[in-house]
């Protein structure tokens, strides 16, 4: 074990990080944290939660501001997913390739670096008068989110003093609160005052470049340039066989729960104004509510996790959230309104147990793990929303939600998934 001073100029944070040499196998890597001893590094952790807040913040304000741009270019709800995807499919993509490039060689400025581009990218979507430039600009804030997901994530497990479910609810809350902020920026200043004031929000880019930078500042010194010891394998851990089959039931289960998460945050705002009549700022403040809902719920399923095991609060998570999404559809407007912060608290629980699930499955790869599973969860988001998108023009919305209703049930798969050793769970 070695114990690493904070870098010159930044106080100490809590107690030493300790960084154990027995994890990864490539030639520069981040150890994973020593076990509980240490401590989380809350100051760390807030950080880093408060800058996923803002990341996603940004990146919420797209779909958010998506009647404006409907109503203003004459787009169709095909077009709309489409730059859904665009936004999606920069971030799906390179996530992983992120990943494995940094468990390789961690790069600890590259968050900083990564937020300029959602901040020229939030710039030009408040300029842009043609359907090319605004795929851009959204293609631009997804490389952004490519680039901040997978080191973010391991940061917070680097600083979760063995808390691993804690410490990724923690960041997850931070990145859930931000994406229900869109809705509410977007009906109190987008839709008031156009599409140019899209750029004032460049301003919390900038904020976030800043606490990231100083962020890197206190991962550098925790980076090993050296070869470390091949990883020990636990005697009661999964075999490889079992550890693929899991992967797989992992990525299904995160694609229900985000492809319907997907078709709330992209398409609920036109569900409530065709069915009910609502304006669009009130149906943006019942998206806000469901948004909040999740974000409440994804701080939540970490701890629970820790305390009784991933696997139960995944199934719990996932399938208990089926009854409800069943009953949406058919819902009045009220209703409707409750039924999705049911939804919202259950099934966002199960994200950060997934997370860490997949981590402890494949220890020596945290970077490309993290980067695999949130690219999964953007790229099943931004393909989902251009599908779901396409669906509705040829059927309708509420034809859309009958069908997404059912997505809860893929969480039967859970049955597959294995049982960790006692200290992952």
Known sequence: MRRFAAPAGIAPLNKPVVVSEETLTEPVVVADIAPAAAGPAYVVLAGISFSHFLNDTMQSLIASVYPILKDTYALDFAQIGMITLAFQFTASLLQPVVGHYTDKKAQPYSLSIGMASTFFGLLLLSAAHQY???????????LGSAVFHPESARIARLASGGRHGFAQSVFQLGGSFGTSMGPILAALIVVPFGQGSIAWFSSIAFLAIVI?????????????????AVAR?????PSSRRVKIALLVLVALLFSKQLYVSSLSSYYIFYLIDRFGVSTQAAQIYLF??????????????????????????????????????????????????????????????????????????????????????G???????????????????????????VCAYLPAIGLLAVFLPKLPQHAR
Not at 132 to 142: E, N
Not at 297 to 311: E, I, N, S, V, W
Not at 381 to 393: F, I, Q, S
Request: charged share 10%; proline share 4%.
């Open 132 to 142: 090319l430039v605004i795929l851009i600009a959204a293609a631009l804030v997804g």
């Open 289 to 374: 509510i469901f948004l909040a809902a999740n974000a409440v719920g994804a701080f939540f399923g970490g701890p629970l996790g820790d305390r009784f095991g991933r696997k139960i609060v995944i199934w719990i998570s996932i399938l208990g959230a089926l009854p409800f999404t069943l009953a949406l559809p058919y819902a009045g407007l009220y209703a409707s309104a409750a039924l999705t912060v049911v939804i919202g608290l259950i099934i966002s629980s199960t994200t950060s147990s997934i997370i860490v699930f997949a981590q402890e499955l494949v220890p020596h790869r945290f970077g490309m793990i993290s980067g695999v599973f949130f």
């Open 376 to 402: 999964v969860a953007f790229g099943i988001g931004g393909l989902g929303a251009a599908v779901l998108g396409k669906l509705a023009d040829h059927t309708s919305i509420e034809f859309v939600y009958q």
């Open 233 to 237: 394998t636990h005697p009661d851990a």
């Open 212 to 228: 990231l930078w100083r962020i890197g500042r206190w991962y550098e010194p925790q980076i090993k340039a050296k070869k470390t």
